[in-house]
């Protein structure tokens, strides 16, 4: 539904009007009507920020992490974690603005909001000294989040980027690498892509190991569950698992997508993905078999109404 009011209820982005213009519009000229809803503006275009924008002028920000790389390794006891990240098409202010193209970064640390960007050149890279390592050895996510100064979205999937990095004790670790922890995921998809990946410890697949193999230190592939009570009811519930997550042939790989996209259940609400070591015996992997120590990760994330991720 496009319309117009002789209340000045139109927007100009690029020029300033000082009084009411009561010719006739475009209904499809860009950034030119207010809007509180994508019914409000005309077909094609998109309700963003307020304004009705073309599908080219509403692509929004797009952010990405230079710094650490992916899976980077971090030794435990460092104390600083590095982040250096640049962007595009995002103004950053601490201002209010009304300017669809201006607002802040949140960094989120293991789905923990630690900081809030609001100046800076994204063009030309924004390095972060404030953040600190994570004490507790494993795979760890830092995620960058675009929003409006109302607290809204950027609907583009640029305005999220996602690194994962270990902090490394030199033991065995295993990750849930994608999707990082808090994704919100929209419930009438359901349907998510999964990766993970490990460290100290080798993905191999038992069914092409030779039968004589035995079991050895440091390999074996991952069990997937939901919601489980893991790793205090294991082993009793080792094959209530939804998947094996194990590489193809003889491959030996240290990070695997899973072919088939997980199906979470129906419904709103907060989801654990966790995924457990398995030796190739097919039995939990324990670091200490004394302590009983199982190797293992697990991540919530939302099932969420009217989001696109």
């Known amino acids: 539904m496009m319309w117009f009011r002789p ?10 009007l000082t009084g009411c213009y009561t010719a006739e519009l475009d209904s499809g000229w860009s950034a030119v009507f207010v809007c509180e809803e994508d019914l409000d503006c005309a077909l094609g275009q998109a309700c963003v920020g307020g304004v009705c924008l073309s599908e080219e002028d509403a692509v929004g920000p797009t952010l990405e992490v230079l710094d650490p790389p992916l899976l980077d390794v971090f030794q435990q006891g460092e104390t600083a974690l590095p982040l250096s990240f640049r962007g595009r098409d995002l103004m950053l202010t601490a201002q209010s603005s009304d300017d669809p193209k201006e607002g802040y970064v949140e960094v989120y640390l293991d789905g923990a909001l630690v900081d809030t960007v609001t100046n800076g050149d994204l063009r030309n890279g924004i390095d972060l000294s404030t953040l600190t390592l994570p004490k507790v050895a494993g795979l760890h996510h830092v995620v960058l989040l675009a929003r409006r100064h109302n607290g809204e979205y950027f609907e583009n999937e640029g305005a999220q980027a996602h690194v994962a990095f270990w902090v490394d004790d030199g033991r065995e670790h295993v990750g849930i690498l994608h999707p ?7 419930s009438d998809a359901r349907e998510i892509g999964l990766e993970v990946a490990s460290l100290n410890f080798t993905f191999v697949n038992p069914g092409f190991l030779p039968p004589d193999a035995g079991v050895s230190p440091g390999q074996g592939y991952v069990h997937l569950y939901l919601d489980a009570n893991v790793p205090s009811c294991l082993p009793s519930c080792n094959f209530d698992y939804q998947n094996s997550i194990l590489p193809a042939g003889l491959s030996r790989v240290n990070r695997i997508a899973v072919e088939q996209n997980l199906l979470l259940p129906a419904g709103v609400s907060t989801i654990r993905l966790q995924i457990v070591a398995q030796t190739t015996a097919h039995t939990p992997y324990y670091r200490d078999e004394a302590l009983q120590e199982v190797v293992y990760d697990e991540i919530p994330v939302q099932s969420v109404l009217g989001v696109k991720r």
Do not use: G, H, N
Request: proline share 18%.
């Open 7 to 16: 209340s000045c209820r139109i927007a100009f982005v690029s020029t300033l």
């Open 180 to 186: 990082p922890p808090a994704s919100r995921i929209p």
